[in-house]
């Protein structure tokens, strides 16, 4: 089976400059491989780094040492050096994140906002309309709210039109966060289904599932994501704190 997705000797501490250089280490040394048409379950105690990890593995976090090497095309690239424009090229054809909280422009049509990765990468409008279209209705997005801004949508909407956008394209690579935490049963078996597709068709998946059911119908492996062994919170006595 291919590899997507190759993580060796990854570590991650935070430093918190605005609180006197205080460090947070939250994982050290994790290796971790992730094949076509699997689906690896992050999990572990909350706090223990699982939505840092899924960040890492987006280049939304720059860990302090080790290699992220994601198959892009022909190409491998270490997402821990990557340049900007790569990490750009990589999110928008081969790594699709679906992360807890839709973050999107106010005022522009749902059905605009899920279009719009398919678009981006040249799929003609109007097959990605008609995409766009049966993802909504899949995720019983009522009809009536497809030309309408999702800002005041409730949480679990939101939350499928995240994931509606999520799959649009079919990426390689898929990063769930969390991706049905606050839906009902019914919608949660519209994304197992999803991501059962995706896997089929050769996604590698790396998630966060939290529910029990969803775990077993898609993971086919648990990943442990345990508190770095140098986790340390300490100042920084060099800092030179500010008199009031
Ligand atoms: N942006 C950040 N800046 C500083 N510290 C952070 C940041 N993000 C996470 N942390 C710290 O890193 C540690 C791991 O957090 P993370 O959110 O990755 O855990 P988690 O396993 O996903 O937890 P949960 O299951 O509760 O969501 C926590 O101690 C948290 O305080």
């Not at 994931?163 to 991706?179: N, T």
Request: proline share 5%.
């Amino acid at each position: 089976m291919i590899i997507l997705i190759s993580v060796g000797g990854l570590s991650k501490t935070f430093t918190l400059h605005t609180q006197g250089g205080a460090e947070i280490g939250v994982f050290d040394d994790i290796s971790l491989e992730v094949r076509a048409g699997e689906c690896i379950c992050l999990h572990g105690p909350s706090g223990a780094g699982k939505s840092t990890l899924l960040r890492s593995l987006y280049a939304n976090y720059k860990p302090d040492a080790g290699h992220i090497i994601v198959q892009h095309g022909d190409e491998s690239i270490d997402l821990v050096n990557a340049e900007p424009w790569e990490v750009v090229e990589v999110r928008r054809r081969t790594i699709g994140y679906v992360s807890q909280f839709l973050r999107v422009i106010p005022r522009v049509a749902t059905i605009d906002i899920v279009t719009e990765p398919a678009t981006t990468i040249g799929i003609p409008a109007d097959e990605a309309h008609a995409k766009a279209k049966a993802l909504l209705a899949r995720l019983n997005i009522p009809k009536r709210l497809w030309s309408l801004a999702p800002a005041t949508f409730s949480g679990g909407e939101q939350q499928r039109v995240n994931i509606a956008r999520g799959f649009m394209v079919d990426y390689p690579v898929l990063l769930l966060d969390e991706p049905t935490a606050s839906l009902d049963a019914a919608n949660r078996q519209s994304v197992v289904e999803l991501i059962k597709e995706a896997k089929a068709r050769g996604a590698a998946i790396v998630g966060i599932f939290h529910d029990e059911e969803v775990r077993e119908a898609v993971a086919d492996r648990l990943f442990k994501v345990a508190q770095s062994s140098v986790r340390k919170s300490r100042r920084n006595i060099t800092a030179v704190e500010p008199v009031a």
